[in-house]
């Protein structure tokens, strides 16, 4: 069965305190892997995708990298702005994400 | 440009009323999904349209549920003889094409709630 498995479930951080988050997944065809921010009572918010092994995105204090089991959201030096829940989602069947249950990350000042 | 938009933003209704949830895509975007977040559960498909083919139910969780897409764009998800179960935030999002590993752009979501 197709399953995604996000670690920790929820993490919290001083401002400053770099950290990473954890995807993992199995899924008999990966197409891409998807990161989203989740604000409270808003939609997901499109981060990255990532499509084969090896691959890495950046964008301001965030890095995503994949493998073949598992990806890896890097938050480098965090601002409480960067508080939310953290979504990984896997497409193995042209459309259909897969979501893992999300990590709620909380910065403090 | 705008984005995904949803209507309601939120929803109260009592048990066994029917209800419907609006979805209006980006401009462009030929695929539309559904999806639905129950508190402590993760996004759960429901859904998902591409262009003039029969739409994917496959998530649909019983046959009170049901959705068309008229035009090509504007979407609406039913809940028929809603249940206190039902009540989740209910979202959309949609994609430039469906098959492709594309990108979903997610609405605001409907919160639904079912007394």
């Known amino acids: 069965e197709d399953q995604v498995t996000q670690s920790p479930e929820a993490l919290r951080l001083q401002e400053g305190e770099s950290s990473s988050l954890n995807c993992s997944y199995t899924?008999?065809?990966?197409?891409?892997l998807f990161w989203y921010r989740q604000d409270p009572g808003k939609g997901p918010e499109f981060l990255f995708t990532?499509?084969?092994a090896g691959e890495e995105k950046e964008k301001e204090r965030l890095k995503a990298t994949l493998t073949k089991k598992e990806s890896f959201l890097h938050i480098t030096a965090p601002k409480p702005e960067d508080s939310a829940t953290y979504l990984c989602?896997?497409?193995?069947?042209?459309?259909?994400?897969?979501f893992g249950q999300g990590t709620e990350l909380s910065v403090k000042p | 440009g705008a984005g995904v938009s949803q209507s309601p933003s939120n929803k109260v209704t009592e048990k066994g009323k029917d209800v419907e949830l609006r979805c209006d895509p980006i401009?462009?975007?030929?695929?539309l999904y559904w999806y639905r977040q129950s508190l402590g559960q993760g996004l759960e498909f429901l859904i998902y349209?591409?262009?003039?083919?029969?739409?994917?139910k496959s998530g649909l969780p019983s046959d009170r549920f049901s959705a068309e897409r008229t035009g090509g764009s504007v979407s609406t998800l039913t809940i028929q003889r809603t249940q206190q179960e039902d009540s989740a935030v209910y979202l959309c999002?949609?994609?430039?094409?469906?098959?492709?590993?594309?990108?979903?752009?997610f609405g605001p979501g409907t919160r639904l709630t079912v007394l």
């Open positions: 999002a949609s994609s430039l094409a469906a098959g492709l590993t594309d990108t979903q752009y």
């Open positions: 899924v008999s065809g990966l197409r891409g």
């Open positions: 990532l499509y084969s």
């Open positions: 989602a896997v497409d193995n069947q042209g459309g259909k994400l897969i």
């Open positions: 401009s462009g975007h030929t695929a």
């Open positions: 349209f591409q262009g003039n083919s029969a739409p994917d």
